[in-house]
T-cell receptor
Framework: SQTIHQWPATLVQPVGSPLSLECTVEGTSNPNLYWYRQAAGRGLQLLFYSVGIGQISSEVPQNLSASRPQDRQFILSSKKLLLSDSGFYLC???????????FGQGTRLTVV | SQQGEEDPQALSIQEGENATMNCSYKTSINNLQWYRQNSGRGLVHLILIRSNEREKHSGRLRVTLDTSKKSSSLLITASRAADTASYFCATDASSSGYALNFGKGTSLLVTP
């Protein structure tokens, strides 16, 4: 099975500051990678997905961007955070379609 | 986009009782998955049922799928306090790198 490393676990950032959340995957190669955001008491909203190095697709327009510089590394970034960027961010990986997804432990981001 | 919708939103039962959660979705699927999330943590995969399957078991979990009604149910038998968590159904979306679309979840509380 895969292991998803995601850090930091919690983060408090001021409005207008930059953001970089990193996710690395162990135990597989060439996985599909995903960034989700979860608002309090809500389901998961898909933000970005990647099917390969340098291939990023965005699901919703927003203040965030994603990059995949290496096969098993997925980064979520922002140049200037907004209050509305607060939330619980989850990185996920799946080896291919029709299989389960593996999730990291998430990053709780609070923008103040 | 969120396709799965769980029902009920919240469920409170006593240890030993069975817990049933339902999920409805809108479009055709390849598979449907159920996940569990402990408070403030990542999601953990419970069970995957393919569109050509009607029922699947895993330990104390039983999942059914009715593609004609576009619905699924998760039954947890003989519940334990440790089953307290949020439960999500998820369906795959071929347009998003087969990312999973999650519902808002059912919050289950099992009291001793």
């Amino acid at each position: 099975s895969q292991t998803i490393h995601q850090w930091p676990a919690t983060l408090v950032q001021p409005v207008g500051s930059p953001l970089s959340l990193e996710c690395t995957v162990e135990g597989t190669s060439n996985p599909n990678l995903y960034w989700y955001r979860q608002a309090a008491g809500r389901g998961l909203q898909l933000l970005f997905y990647s099917v390969g190095i340098g291939q990023i697709s965005s699901e919703v327009p927003q203040n965030l961007s994603a990059s995949r510089p290496q096969d098993r590394q997925f980064i979520l970034s922002s140049k200037k955070l907004l209050l509305s960027d607060s939330g619980f961010y989850l990185c996920a990986s799946s080896p291919h379609r029709d299989t389960e997804a593996f999730f990291g432990q998430g990053t709780r981001l609070t923008v103040v | 986009s969120q396709q799965g919708e769980e029902d009920p939103q919240a469920l409170s039962i006593q240890e030993g009782e069975n817990a049933t959660m339902n999920c409805s979705y809108k479009t055709s699927i390849n598979n449907l998955q159920w996940y569990r999330q402990n408070s403030g943590r990542g999601l953990v995969h419970l069970i995957l049922i393919r569109s050509n399957e009607r029922e699947k078991h895993s330990g104390r979990l039983r999942v059914t799928l009715d593609t004609s009604k576009k619905s699924s149910s998760l039954l947890i038998t003989a519940s334990r306090a440790a089953d307290t968590a949020s439960y999500f159904c998820a369906t795959d979306a071929s347009s998003s790198g087969y990312a999973l679309n999650f519902g808002k979840g059912t919050s289950l509380l099992v009291t001793p």
